[in-house]
């Protein structure tokens, strides 16, 4: 009898963690990698955000709380989406989790049966597959193309839909290609949705990190009928730099919600209690640090954007959100160094970080090989270093 269940063989390491460990242990070899792996904020968490924390250990609010968050943290998510997107929610429709990953998690668990097909437009965020997996649903993965700026279209939709299809994901921004929806593309899906009765999973975790005036717009809030159709997934850690303190949330209808929760209850039951306090003072306190984060990642995203196209061979779209950027880089694709081919993004990837000393992630993580994907949620410095070993290191293959 083998040791491992087949669920845990199928199951690969997150790839963006994995890189970022390669990374992490070469710098601390000593070796000077500049790194653009990282999916987080290089931002601090705020101070009026840590001093809730603080406030809370010395308040001795150190125990458990309701398994899905507590009321006051409830509120000011409800508070969040009246303000941000028009959306009401009762408590009973909001379930507070540990990271937005782990939200996902419990929903997939909740509503994906073995044979049920989920919808992922590709590029993807790396966990949306193995999650449906394992929750025994089958991803069906439906290209973009870089020309519709990574979204999928009504057409690409309505061909990938089957008496079987319970969801799809929708991810604006998005992770890795910081594409977003704008409201009209957002009711042609919905109509669909409506028309065929699926859900829609709106992930929703990088709202607040998006350009050039970009009006985001939640698929729920689009109509009464919709909002019943849409389970939104969210969470503190980009917005407000707060990746380690693992709090994210989820707002759909009341059955689904109460699912999860009795999901959580058997497994990691409450998320931090300290955290939680923390994420209050993040959503309904100042939001002034956003504003000067954002405008940080506006002009790193300029000049990152601007480097890439210049550099022979490759393609960057412009993202009008997230802090990411995911160039085509295939042209380089068939090329070699030092008797070595480069045949797709994990090659490409490897001679980066061997030869240039950067750090990126391959494409094909993404399921979209001909792309890297680089974050630029890093210092201005770094950047324009990492630009010039890679536009170096690229005129080394022939
Ligand atoms: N959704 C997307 C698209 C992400 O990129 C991430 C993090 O990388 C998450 C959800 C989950 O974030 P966390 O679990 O840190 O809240």
Request: some cysteine; overall charge neutral; aromatic content about 10%.
């Amino acid at each position: 009898m083998s040791v491992l269940s087949h669920r845990a063989k199928s199951l690969k390491p997150s790839p963006t963690l994995a890189i970022n460990a390669k990374a992490k242990s070469m710098q601390a070899q000593g070796i000077q990698v500049v790194s653009f792996g990282a999916g987080e904020p290089d931002f601090d968490t705020p101070d009026n955000i840590k001093k809730a924390a603080k406030k809370a250990i010395d308040d001795g609010f150190t125990k458990y709380t309701p398994v899905g968050g507590i009321d006051e943290l409830k509120d000011a998510i409800i508070n969040k989406f009246k303000r941000d997107s028009h959306i009401t929610y009762k408590r009973s429709e909001i379930l507070v989790s540990c990271g937005g990953k782990h939200s996902f998690y419990n929903l997939a668990q909740a509503i994906f049966d073995q044979g049920d097909e989920v919808i992922i437009p590709a590029p993807y965020w790396v966990s949306y597959p193995p999650m449906v997996a394992l929750a025994g649903g089958t991803p069906v993965i439906v290209e973009t193309t870089e020309k519709n700026e990574f979204k999928i279209t009504p057409e690409g939709l309505n061909k990938a839909l089957t008496p079987k299809t319970k969801a799809l994901i929708v991810n604006s921004p998005s992770n890795p290609t910081g594409s977003a929806y704008t409201k009209s593309e957002l009711e042609r899906i919905a109509e669909i949705a409506i028309s065929k009765s699926f859900f829609v999973i709106s992930d929703e975790i990088y709202e607040k990190i998006v350009y050039d005036g970009f009006q985001f717009t939640s698929i729920a809030s689009l109509s009464d009928e919709m909002k019943k159709k849409t389970i939104i997934v969210h969470g503190v850690a980009k917005t407000y730099a707060m990746t380690g303190w693992r709090i994210g949330y989820t707002a759909g209808p009341e059955e689904v919600i109460s699912a999860m929760n009795n999901i959580q209850s058997q497994s990691t039951s409450n998320p931090t209690s300290i955290a939680q306090k923390a994420s209050v003072e993040a959503l309904a306190g100042p939001q002034n640090k956003v504003e000067k984060m954002v405008s940080a990642f506006a002009e790193r995203r300029n000049y990152i954007v601007d480097r890439l196209n210049k550099m022979p061979g490759v393609s960057c779209y412009k993202p009008a959100g997230a802090f990411y950027v995911f160039p085509n880089f295939s042209s380089y694709y068939g090329k070699s160094y030092q008797g070595k081919k480069i045949e797709n993004s994990t090659h490409l990837a490897d001679f980066f970080l061997d030869v240039a000393r950067v750090a990126v992630v391959p494409g094909v993580e993404f399921g979209a090989d001909p792309f890297e994907r680089l974050s630029y949620a890093t210092s201005m410095e770094d950047i324009e270093e990492g630009m010039n070993r890679i536009e170096d290191a690229l005129k080394k293959l022939a």
